[in-house]
């Protein structure tokens, strides 16, 4: 499977975003999916995560502002980002589990700033 991710920008402080991972293959069968981000001088942190039942595990800094999800029809991913703040300024990746393998995006690059 192969991953590619979009909707990165510049946006100002309290915007919202959404990007999308969309998947070569039927992610039916990926049972965990996952956004991460990695910012300058930074390692890359887990940001979202949701497997296949819908269940969601989200970043402390992120909740209540991002909103994880995915359509197996359209085999995407998606990541919504609601009152997005100058310290989330990364570049995200979009992740998959496939066979026990993990499957990583093109990082796509959003910068919140004023």
């Known amino acids: 499977v192969q991953l590619q991710a979009s909707g990165g920008g510049s946006v100002q402080p309290g915007r919202s975003l959404r990007l999308s991972c969309a998947a070569s293959?039927?992610?039916?069968?990926?049972?965990?999916m996952g956004w991460y981000r990695q910012a300058p001088g930074k390692q890359r942190e887990m940001v979202a995560s949701?497997?296949?039942?819908?269940?969601?595990n989200y970043a402390e800094s992120v909740k209540g502002r991002f909103t994880i999800s995915r359509d197996n029809a359209k085999n995407t991913l998606y990541l919504q980002m609601d009152s997005l703040k100058p310290v989330d300024t990364a570049v995200y990746y979009c992740?998959?589990?496939?066979?026990?393998?993990?499957?990583w995006g093109q990082g796509t690059q959003l910068t919140v700033s004023s």
């Open positions: 949701i497997i296949s039942s819908g269940r969601t």
């Open positions: 992740n998959a589990i496939n066979n026990g393998y993990p499957v």
């Open positions: 293959t039927a992610i039916s069968g990926l049972n965990y």
